[in-house]
């Protein structure tokens, strides 16, 4: 079964715009699960101007299914992640100014620091996953450094999947295979729609999860949150 993470950072996003607590990022995320998600996945950046720190805290008492935090491991971002222990954590190489995740690790490059990294979070007993673009030498790379997992950055397969489906999804199909042959396991996540979600997930082999914010939280403007997620859910079948 590949599993469906909601992003809520939209959320707080809206919040934040107006001050206050209206949405309510807490009763949101507790809704998702009510609604069927299987995860919660939350993205703090360091001016936290969509998630905050404290929204975090608040929110690991209340997930009831699996808490996923996403970040530059920074040592704020590490010792909040220390501290909340959630199910997983997923690194990601964004500049604390990046508007949103737009590349993977290069994790040859980044070898040394990877390995203390990730060592540190398994040491808590947190699963540990590296976002990563298709090249195979950086899945390897996550391999070597200690990763139990991979989450691949599908903006490029969003991009090209209106009017090439077939040419969008190859590259991943073939990271897939370079994961399972590198005993990791497989996330993907970035602009992943109702669009390209179904194709996706019957193309990868051995995906267990999908982490999706933007496009569902907007989608939900129409159709409402419940639906939403359902209709998600209904492309990962």
């Known amino acids: 079964m590949t599993r469906l993470s909601v992003n809520i950072n939209k959320i707080a996003t809206l919040r934040n715009s107006r ?18 998600a299987e995860g919660i996945t939350v993205h703090p950046r360091p001016d936290e101007r969509h998630i905050r720190y404290s929204d975090v805290r608040e929110l690991r008492p209340l997930v009831t299914t699996e808490f ?20 997983q954590v997923t690194l990601v190489p964004d500049a604390p100014d990046a508007v949103t995740s737009n590349a993977g690790w290069n994790t040859l490059d980044n070898k040394e620091f990877l390995t203390e990294v990730v060592g540190e979070f398994k040491k808590a007993g947190i699963r ?6 298709t090249e195979a030498r950086f899945i390897e790379g996550a391999a070597k450094v200690g990763a139990d997992r991979v989450e691949l950055y599908t903006e490029p397969y969003a991009t090209d999947f209106p009017a090439a489906p077939e040419k969008a999804i190859s590259p991943f199909i073939h990271a897939a295979e ?6 990791l396991g497989l996330n993907a996540g970035h602009d992943l729609s109702l669009e390209n979600l179904r194709f996706f997930y019957q193309n990868i082999p051995g995906l267990l999860e999908v982490s999706i914010g933007h496009a569902l939280i907007s989608e939900a403007i129409y159709l409402g949150l419940e639906l939403t997620i359902l209709k998600y859910k209904e492309c990962l079948r």
């Not at 996923?68 to 199910?87: Q, R, W």
């Not at 540990?128 to 673009?133: A, D, N, P, Q, Y």
């Not at 370079?178 to 005993?183: G, H, Q």
């Open 178 to 183: 370079v994961a399972i042959e590198s005993e």
């Open 19 to 36: 001050g206050g607590n209206i949405p309510n990022v807490l009763e949101a995320a507790m809704n998702c699960e009510k609604f069927g």
């Open 68 to 87: 996923n935090i996403e970040g530059y491991p920074s040592d704020k971002f590490m010792d909040l992640v220390l501290e909340v222990k959630p199910h």
């Open 128 to 133: 540990t996953s590296l976002f990563v673009g």
